[in-house]
């Protein structure tokens, strides 16, 4: 068995990038993901890769668009503001169909709001962000070692779909240290015949694009993508069940808001309340089916969230609204307890243990 190493969040999702095959790292320092390009700044040069400290963020994202459109596996890191300015250039990869990563480690807003971790940017990773019809394979971790195995997923997925891929984890993550195992060394095992790589003469031009003038292409194309993104949402939706078999209340959460939900599952298991836990590993695709299976069984939803509530709607659509979903939240950088877990999931079993 691979040795286990003490990193931080951040470091680990440099580190399996870069066992993931990743060469290309463009980038712009911001609280709380720095360590991210301070790894990739130490790494890259010696290895025979590139790293980029652009002049903006905007600057960076098109720079993985340009290496991307040559095959290569490319990536930018960022925290909330930075990828508002990112949203374009991600908008115009998933319009010319490139697969990169793109890591949103996140903290509070709007604005420039804190430094402190939130969750608050789920709508803006699931429901687009950028311009136009297009989703994001969106993953998010709850762990360092999840920060490192969900890399090295997110570069397969995106390779394999022709999809952007992004690691949505929040500041605690990625500053947390934990005992990691790191992937092993892998390279895309898709071929990419799209690729700008020059023709030798031997092939037609490749061409990367996001415009279309003619109406009836664009809409061609766009439905074209969607019987993509059908196919990875019958396919590659992730997710944890926690004591789900029995479970009357069901919590909903990720990332760090989980791993204090799991405490209060326990919690309120020990008070005689049957509670379990549903944790999205993707976002995007949500799990959908796992919610909407447990709706007939449970009395209703707990979503808990680093966030005014943006999840729970997607809680709601899931389960068809045929339960009630409550909200236990904390923002500002503040995360929720696990007593104020346990008051929300006695609140929905009725106040009774």
């Known amino acids: 068995m691979a040795d286990k190493v003490l990193m931080k969040g951040n470091e680990a999702i440099a580190e399996a990038a870069i066992r993931a095959g990743c060469r290309h790292y463009f980038g712009y320092p911001i609280t709380p993901q720095t360590e991210i390009a301070a790894y990739m700044a130490k790494r890259m040069p010696k290895i025979g890769g590139t790293f980029l400290q652009a002049e903006s963020e905007i600057a960076a994202i098109n720079m993985v668009y340009g290496a991307a459109s040559a095959g290569k596996r490319a990536m930018t890191s960022s925290s909330s503001p930075g990828i508002s300015l990112k949203g374009e250039g991600i908008s115009y990869m998933a319009g010319s169909d490139l697969p990169a990563l793109i890591v949103n480690v996140e903290r509070g807003g709007p604005g420039l709001g804190g430094i402190q971790p939130s969750q608050s940017d789920y709508y803006q990773a699931t429901k687009g962000g950028g311009h136009g019809d297009y989703h994001l394979i969106v993953l998010t971790p709850a762990s360092v070692q999840e920060m490192a195995d969900l890399t090295a997923l997110a570069f397969d997925l995106s390779d394999q779909y022709r999809v952007p891929a992004m690691l949505l984890a929040d500041g605690t993550i990625g500053q947390m240290m934990e005992p990691v195992v790191l992937p092993e060394e892998s390279a895309s095992k898709v071929e990419k015949p799209w690729a700008l790589t020059g023709t030798q003469m031997a092939r037609p031009h490749n061409i990367v694009n996001s415009l279309y003038l003619v109406p009836e292409e664009l809409e061609r194309t766009n439905l074209e993508r969607f019987e993509r993104y059908a196919e990875i949402e019958a396919k590659e939706a992730r997710y944890e069940s926690f004591m789900m078999d029995d479970a009357e209340v069901c919590v909903v959460a990720f990332g ?12 309120a298991r020990a008070e005689g309340i049957k509670a379990g836990l549903i944790r999205p590993i993707t976002v995007w695709p949500f799990p959908k089916k796992a919610i909407a299976d447990a709706a007939p069984r449970v009395k209703g939803f707990v979503s808990v969230e680093l966030s005014m509530g943006q999840m729970i709607d997607d809680v709601r659509l899931a389960c068809g609204c045929a339960k009630p979903a409550a ?14 877990v346990l008051a929300a999931i006695k609140n929905m079993n009725g106040g009774n243990a």
């Open 256 to 267: 760090i808001a989980a791993r204090v939900s799991k405490n209060a599952v326990v919690a």
């Open 327 to 340: 909200l236990c939240s904390r923002v500002g950088g503040m995360i929720p307890s696990p007593d104020e």
